[in-house]
């Protein structure tokens, strides 16, 4: 059975249209191990809300009155580094897409992505997957296909770093990664230290996005 004494994840969620907000706290609070722990109307809302303790999950959503969910999830993070957020929109055009992932964004879900898929999702964020709505996965692979790549530069990364963001560009998450490697989670977190100083990012998916649109990985 399911242990009573293990704290929910705590989910807020960040959406202007009451139905969908009221929809997704049904859903959460319906999960086991869930709890929706805020709802707010707005990015301003939720960035004033959430004050000094960040909840696990922030599910929000792009086109919202006032600031943008993208310019949203760019300050949260960099407020809370360890949040993590995932966008949940109608919209699926790759600039949104890019500019959600590039802000920090730990994954895309398109608005008609059924309740339990959903409920998944929220698992693989807090294992340190980026969850993706297909539809959304299959652009990301051609926008970065797309992106004609600088001068290629190496930022130092050791041929052991380049290759665990090659399996996390491929959807590892850092257990999946550290079995391929035959490596402890511990020792992949720790070399996420050191990618994070050298790419100059703060966050798993702002690893990735970068890795691939320089070219660091294929």
Wanted: hydrophobic share 40%.
């Amino acid at each position: 059975g399911s242990d009573h004494s293990a704290r929910p994840i705590d989910v807020a969620v960040i959406e202007d249209l009451p139905r969908v907000r009221e929809g997704l706290r049904f859903l959460i609070d319906q999960s086991p191990g869930y709890r929706c722990a805020a709802t707010y109307r707005s990015m301003e809302e939720a960035i004033a809300g959430i004050g000094y303790t960040p909840p696990s999950i922030v599910l929000t959503d792009i086109g919202l009155p006032g600031m943008s969910g993208i310019e949203g999830i760019r300050q949260l993070k960099m407020r809370f580094p360890d949040l993590r957020m995932v966008a949940l929109t109608v919209y699926e055009d790759d600039d949104r897409i890019f500019d959600a992932l590039c802000a920090g964004a730990s994954g895309y879900l398109l608005k008609r992505t059924t309740p339990a898929r959903l409920v998944e999702c929220l698992g693989e964020v807090m294992n340190g997957g980026a969850p993706m709505s297909p539809e959304v996965a299959e652009r990301v692979i051609r926008i970065f296909k797309d992106i004609r790549p600088p001068a290629k530069e190496d930022y130092g990364l050791t041929p052991h770093e380049v290759r665990i963001l090659a399996l996390l560009a491929e959807g590892h998450s850092y257990k999946t990664a550290a079995a391929q490697l035959g490596s402890s989670i511990n020792t992949i977190a720790f070399h996420m230290k050191s990618i994070y100083l050298k790419l100059q990012v703060h966050s798993k998916s702002e690893a990735v996005a970068k890795a691939l649109r320089q070219r660091i990985v294929r």
